[in-house]
């Protein structure tokens, strides 16, 4: 049987983390994968408890370790600092705010290595870019400040075609807009599935073509990604002055998966081959304004999983309905309901997802069914 992952050991690149706020300080969170992990980026959302609900985002990158976060009922993003530290094989949340550390409350933390927390220069584009970069799980932070020019190229470090990049405002400056995570997911014909996180917390509809891409010509991919200034707030990612970062993700056979699937409005869905059995699945849809679903192995052990968390919704606690609806399988995931946010007849629903187990090993060994 042929070997299908070089990552014989997802745990040591990605793992999922449950835990309980303490209402104090102090209260610092070891990951219990086979291998140690230290995180380089963190995902991290309140699951239930008393009073307000809010997600974040972390990264270990020296000019992007201040979190961005979404503010329950202004639906803005907010510089926070919510990590207290990375460590060598967890994360220590910072305060008692409801977001991270609320007492009793219970929380969820995606967690990715990235290369560790020393930055690099990186001049193959036309702006010099600062990237924390790990070529073997295929992610690249990197942080740029915006020359107010358009079609601009900036080098990301991977060595591969990027098939995902999320791009979060720093301080967007001038017109930028600090309201809007855009997310692009690469599709057969370039970087053409666009859109953006806006204000009221759901996912636009596909509003920014064009305004990032992977150079569709086919020159400098594995080197280099394309940001614009469109002199508008809503599709601005390089508006002068303004400081940007990117979570720029590249596929891993075995490991990692980036991309999109056509929805059929049917309880027999999609099935999205991946090559491996995920930890973490997280789907949106491309086409019309739909919350941003996340599943993973920890809160859904069995099947289906239907344990869903909107990473960017946060009026309410974890979901478990029908219309979110997913199986996790040995080789990928399957969609098991008609809701429209990761269903919807015809439209294109995008996803990334990271191993628990791989496929097939590369000693051979084939991974079990849930």
């Known amino acids: 049987m042929a070997a299908y992952t070089t990552i014989d050991d997802p745990s040591a690149y990605h793992q999922v983390d449950l835990y309980t706020g303490n209402g104090s300080s102090g209260n610092a969170q070891t990951f219990d994968g086979n291998s140690n992990l230290l ?15 809010g997600s974040f ?12 976060c979404w503010e329950r009922g202004s639906g803005q993003m907010q510089a926070q ?5 990375f460590n060598s094989d967890g994360y220590t949340p910072q305060g008692t705010s409801y977001y991270q550390n609320e007492n009793n409350s219970t929380y969820v933390t995606h967690a990715s290595a990235s290369g560790g927390t020393t930055a690099s220069a990186n001049t193959d584009g036309d702006i010099d870019s600062s990237i924390v970069v790990d070529t073997t799980m295929g992610l690249s932070l990197v942080t740029w400040t915006g020359n107010d020019t358009d079609a601009q190229t900036i080098g990301h470090g991977l060595g591969a075609r990027p098939n995902a990049i999320w791009v979060y405002p720093i301080a967007p400056g001038g017109d930028g807009n600090t309201q809007r995570i855009w997310w692009w997911e690469a599709n057969t014909d370039g970087y053409a599935i666009n859109n953006g996180l806006n204000e009221s917390q759901n996912a636009e509809a596909n509003n920014l073509n064009g305004t990032i891409s992977g150079d569709v010509s086919g020159e400098g991919t594995t080197s280099i990604f394309t940001v614009s200034d469109q002199n508008s707030a809503d599709i601005n990612t390089n508006n ?3 400081t940007y ?34 930890a973490t699945v997280v789907i949106r849809n491309m086409d ?13 052990p069995f099947n289906p999983a239907n344990e869903t968390i ?38 294109t629903i995008g996803f990334s997802a990271w191993a628990e187990q791989p496929f097939v090993t590369s000693t051979g060994i084939p991974a079990t069914a849930r």
């Open 240 to 242: 002068g002055s303004g």
């Open 57 to 68: 985002m972390a990264t270990s990158h020296p000019d992007a370790t201040v979190t961005k």
């Open 310 to 347: 909107n990473w960017v919704d946060h009026s309410g606690a974890e979901l478990s309905d029908g219309n979110t609806i997913v199986d996790i399988l040995s080789n990928g995931f399957k969609i098991r309901t008609t809701g429209v946010s990761i269903n919807a007849s015809g439209e």
């Open 245 to 278: 970062l990117a979570c720029v993700w590249t596929n891993v056979q075995g490991f990692s998966k980036h991309g999109s699937y056509v929805g059929n409005g049917s309880a027999d869905g999609s099935f999205v081959y991946c090559g491996f059995r995920p």
């Open 288 to 300: 019309s304004a739909q919350q941003v679903n996340s599943y993973d192995t920890g809160r859904a």
């Open 81 to 85: 600092q919510r990590i207290a530290s």
């Open 39 to 53: 995180p380089g980026l963190l995902f991290m959302t309140k699951r239930a408890g008393g009073g307000n609900y």
